[in-house]
């Protein structure tokens, strides 16, 4: 690493200029990345019940995903959500390493192949980069950093139209984007902040982000074990290393020296140390390692996906019971979160007793209790409601009422509850109500109901 980091000082560049990557896994990572970036600039603006496939709305406090609509009310259900996400990325990374960060997270994904394959095919590849940096400013020079930063900072612009998308929905978006700008001030003014960061993430902070700023990285020291599998040289195979040809009577390792696997490396390390903070398993090193390997004729995989247990004691692959235990938890999470899905309530009803109210006794031997109701609808769509209690012996009689329900809205009624003194056994006893669109229940609430027994 001291090595590579002293290549890279040599340059006299702040950057770390990778050698473009090629292999098998990298063009996997490919089409993984396509398959990401698709889905990524599609969910916001494709419609699924009248809502955007996915929107992350925190300001609001309003979650779509896929069609189901979470309000403020579920916000329970979206914290449970965070939290499966982040044992899943614990789980994921015991047993799989940082793999998340090498082929599924958005700031390599767009770092490595949106920005980077951009100035490969602007600046050419790392050498040439190195070169043109070192270069008197000419008009080549001129032409070539001018298209690569303006191109930079249209995608810049682009990816933060995606993300507010994401954040106050893409028909917030288009207003902003076409009204006229002092009606969507701020709107307009977080586009260019966010377009601002953006260009400066992808131009000049790169890998720092991975090595340095996200703390996911910070936790690999504590979620990785011996048996996750990691990118890691084989240091049994490959040492003692050396050039070819150079004594080649004495006793040599597969490794050769050629530096193709540090020459690759986005975060500039050099993996034949051992496993590090800043190595995000990108796998191009395993790559590049490979196509050496096959030119001089020996077995694939010097670099791979190994457990430090197999390089350092030969013991294979075995998922711990650390990664069984985080599967289990995981597991149990993804069960109660489905089953509060699929049990919760399109309409939230509430049903309080109104404060500082007994019962009141009525005439024909009847005797009734005030309360509030609130109803909180979690679609889009307006709905015509029926209120009613439970027990068929049990009469309303509505002081406010309403029987339409805006949608994403919500309607508040007061009403008494009148029973018949027969009916009551004890001075505290149920009171139970259903909400009811098309003859069918779709809500509930239960309360108290106060009356002295005969
Ligand atoms: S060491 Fe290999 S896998 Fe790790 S970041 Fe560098 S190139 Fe990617
Ligand atoms: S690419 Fe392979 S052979 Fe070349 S230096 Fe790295 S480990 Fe050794």
């Known amino acids: 690493m001291q090595k590579n980091q002293e290549k890279n000082k040599s340059r006299g560049i702040g950057f770390i200029y990778p050698k473009k990557p090629s292999g098998k896994l990298y063009s996997y990572r490919k089409w993984v990345s396509y398959v990401l970036l698709a889905c990524l600039f599609s969910f916001p603006f494709l419609k699924f019940r009248g809502e955007q496939l996915v929107l992350l709305n925190f300001i609001e406090r309003k979650f779509v995903f896929f069609g189901l609509l979470f309000t403020p009310q579920d916000f329970f259900l979206f914290a449970l959500a965070m939290l499966i996400f982040i044992v899943f990325i614990i789980c994921f990374t015991v047993i799989l390493g940082r793999l998340w960060c090498g082929w599924l997270c958005p700031q390599t994904i767009f770092m490595e192949m949106v920005f980077r394959r951009i100035e490969y095919l602007i600046e050419g590849d790392a050498n040439r980069q190195h070169k043109l940096d070192a270069q008197e400013w000419n008009a080549e020079k001129v032409m070539k950093k001018l298209s690569k930063h303006l191109i930079f900072l249209f995608i810049s612009f682009l990816i933060a139209n995606l993300f507010l998308a994401y954040i106050i929905g893409s028909d917030h978006l288009y207003k902003i984007i076409t009204e006229p700008v002092n009606q969507h001030?701020?709107?307009?003014?977080?586009?260019?902040?966010?377009?601002?960061?953006?260009?400066?993430?992808?131009?000049?902070?790169?890998?720092?982000?991975?090595?340095?700023?996200?703390?996911?990285?910070?936790?690999?020291?504590?979620?990785?074990?011996?048996?996750?599998?990691?990118?890691?040289?084989?240091?049994?195979?490959?040492?003692?290393?050396?050039?070819?040809?150079?004594?080649?009577?004495?006793?040599?390792?597969?490794?050769?020296?050629?530096?193709l696997c540090v020459q690759v490396c986005p975060?500039?390390?050099?993996?034949?140390?051992?496993?590090?903070?800043?190595?995000?398993?990108?796998?191009?090193?395993?790559?590049?390692?490979?196509?050496?390997?096959?030119?001089?004729?020996?077995?694939?995989?010097?670099?791979?996906?190994?457990?430090?247990?197999?390089?350092?004691?030969?013991?294979?692959?075995?998922?711990?019971?650390?990664?069984?235990?985080?599967?289990?938890?995981?597991?149990?999470?993804?069960?109660?979160?489905?089953?509060?899905?699929?049990?919760?309530?399109?309409?939230?009803?509430?049903?309080?007793?109104?404060?500082?109210?007994?019962?009141?006794?009525?005439?024909?031997?009847?005797?009734?209790?005030?309360?509030?109701?609130e109803f909180i609808n979690k679609t889009n769509k307006p709905i015509k409601f029926v209120f009613r209690s439970k027990n068929k012996s049990d009469q309303i009689q509505f002081i406010q009422n309403t029987t339409q329900l805006p949608g994403e809205g919500t309607v508040e009624i007061t009403f008494f509850l009148i029973r018949k003194t027969s009916d009551i056994k004890q001075y505290k006893s149920d009171a139970k109500f259903e909400l009811l669109v098309d003859n069918e229940v779709i809500s509930t609430a239960s309360t108290t109901f106060f009356a002295r027994p005969n």
């Open 267 to 373: 975060t500039g390390i050099d993996i034949r140390v051992g496993t590090q903070l800043e190595c995000v398993n990108c796998t191009a090193c395993i790559d590049a390692c490979n196509e050496v390997m096959l030119k001089i004729g020996k077995p694939k995989n010097l670099i791979g996906f190994f457990n430090n247990d197999y390089i350092e004691r030969n013991i294979p692959f075995k998922i711990s019971f650390k990664s069984y235990a985080y599967a289990a938890l995981l597991f149990a999470m993804l069960l109660v979160l489905s089953s509060l899905v699929y049990r919760r309530q399109l309409v939230q009803t509430t049903v309080l007793r109104a404060s500082g109210t007994l019962f009141q006794t009525r005439p024909n031997n009847m005797v009734s209790n005030l309360y509030n109701a």
């Open 185 to 259: 001030l701020s709107g307009f003014l977080f586009i260019w902040i966010f377009t601002l960061v953006f260009y400066f993430v992808f131009a000049y902070l790169r890998e720092v982000v991975c090595t340095v700023i996200c703390p996911y990285g910070r936790l690999q020291g504590v979620l990785l074990d011996n048996q996750s599998l990691v990118v890691a040289y084989n240091v049994n195979r490959g040492e003692p290393r050396s050039h070819l040809n150079k004594n080649a009577d004495q006793p040599r390792g597969d490794c050769i020296d050629c530096g």
